[in-house]
C-alpha cells in the first residue's frame, strides 16, 4: 500500500454498499447498526466500539447508510423475518429496526448475474445484447455513485457478501491491468467472475472495498494494482469469523510452547444459504483453502484436513468441530479437541460494520491498494503472511493509531 494525500476526515456520513444486501450476513448488519444508532442495543462484538479505535475519529453508527446490490427478489425485510423465526434475531430488535430495513432495502439495485447476462445475450436485457463486462461494470458504478449522492455521503465502502465462487482460472488478463481493460470492453469476453466485476465497479465509483468471501474479488493482481493506481484502499479476503479464528489463537500457543503439532484436522457443519452453495464441489474449494492457508502456516504441519458439510435444518448455526494431535516432551502425546457452535451471522455482521468503518478511516487518509493491517478480519489477508491473531490485533491497533493521527493533523 501507499498513502496519497489526505481528504477530509474519516468522521463523515460514509455509505456501506453491500454486494449480496438481501443475504443473512448483509441483512443482520443493517438490523444490528440500525439497533446500536438507535440506541436498541450495546455494540457487542465490534472491535471499533473499543479503544483506541473508538477514540480514532471514524464514522458513527448514526453516521453510516446502507445500500447495495444483489440478485435475489427476496427483500432485507423479508430475510430478516425469516432469520427471526429461526430464533437468531431477537424480535423486539427486529420491529424495532423495520423502517431501517425498509430504507436500505429501498436501496438495493439488480447486482451482475453472469447466468443472466447469458440469457439476456440472446433475449436482450441488463448486461446482455452484446454488452461488455466493461459496460456492466459501468452500470454497477452508477448505482454506487448516485447513492452517495443522493445521501451527500463523504465516501462509499463496498463490502463483498455474496455466495462463495467456485476458484477462478487463471488467465494473463488478471496479471495485465492494460490487457484486463482491453479485454473487459469486448463483448465477446468474460474473463472476469462476477465478483470481480462487483470489484472493478467499485474502482470505477472510486470507492474503498472489502472482500469478505473468498471469491476473486479485487484479489486478481490486475484489479489490485488499479485499486492502487486510483488511489483506492482495498482489504480481504474472506472473513474470519469463527472456527478460523479460534485455530489462529490456538496455534501460535503451541508454538509458543515449543509444542509440535501434528496434525489437526476438522469438521464444520451448517445449514442455510452457505451451507447449500458450500454443498457445491468446486465452490467448497474457495472456503476449503482460505480456511487452510493460516492454519499450514502457523503449524508447519501439512496434515490439515477439513471437511463441510450442508445439515439445512441448522439454519444459520455452525457447528464446528477440531481434533488436534500434539507431540510433547520426550515424545509425549497430547491431544486437544474443540467445538465451536455459534450463528454464523452473528459472528460476521459485527465484523462487516468494523470494516466499513476502518476503510473509511482508510479512505480519508489517501490509503491506496491493500491494507495488511486489516488482515486480522480475513482467514487469508491480502499483501500479508501474519496469521497469528494476537500479532494481527497488535497491528491492527498500531495502525489506527498511526492513520487517525495522520487524518487528523
Partial sequence: MHYASARH????????????????????????????????????????????????????YADLVVGGHDISPVTMTKRAECLVETGMLPPRLFAATHD????????????????????????????????????????????????????GLARVVVIDLSSTEPPVVPVREHDDPKALLAALADPARAVLPASSVSAYAAILAGAAYAAFTPSAGMGLPALAQLARD???????????????????????AFAARGLKVLSWSGTNLLGGGDGATLADPDAVRSKLASKARGLTALTGSDTTPL???????????????????????LGSRITLQTTWSAHDSMLAAPLVLDLARLLALAHAAGVAGPVPELGFFFKDPWDSDVHDAAAQAAALEDWVRRTSAQVSA
Fill in 9 to 60: 476526515t474519516a468522521a463523515e456520513r460514509t455509505g456501506i454498499w453491500f454486494v449480496g444486501a438481501r443475504g443473512s450476513v448483509a441483512s443482520t448488519a443493517t438490523v444490528g447498526l440500525a439497533a446500536i444508532a438507535d440506541g436498541q442495543s450495546p455494540p457487542t462484538g465490534c472491535v471499533t466500539a473499543r479503544e483506541p479505535f473508538a477514540s480514532a475519529g471514524l464514522p458513527g
Fill in 100 to 151: 431501517a430495513l425498509e430504507r436500505a432495502d429501498a436501496e438495493v439495485r439488480p447486482g451482475y448475474d453472469p447466468r443472466a447476462a447469458d440469457h439476456a445475450a440472446d433475449h436482450g436485457g441488463a448486461d446482455g445484447g452484446g454488452t461488455s463486462q466493461q459496460a456492466a461494470a459501468e452500470r454497477l458504478a452508477a448505482d454506487i455513485t448516485s447513492f452517495q449522492e443522493r445521501h
Fill in 230 to 252: 486510483r488511489g483506492i484502499p482495498v482489504a480481504g479476503q474472506d472473513g474470519k469469523t469463527g472456527q478460523t479464528w479460534l485455530r489462529t489463537v490456538l496455534a501460535p
Fill in 307 to 329: 471437511h463441510i458439510d450442508n445439515v439445512p435444518d441448522l439454519g444459520d448455526i455452525k457447528v464446528a468441530w477440531d481434533h488436534v494431535h500434539v507431540e510433547g516432551f
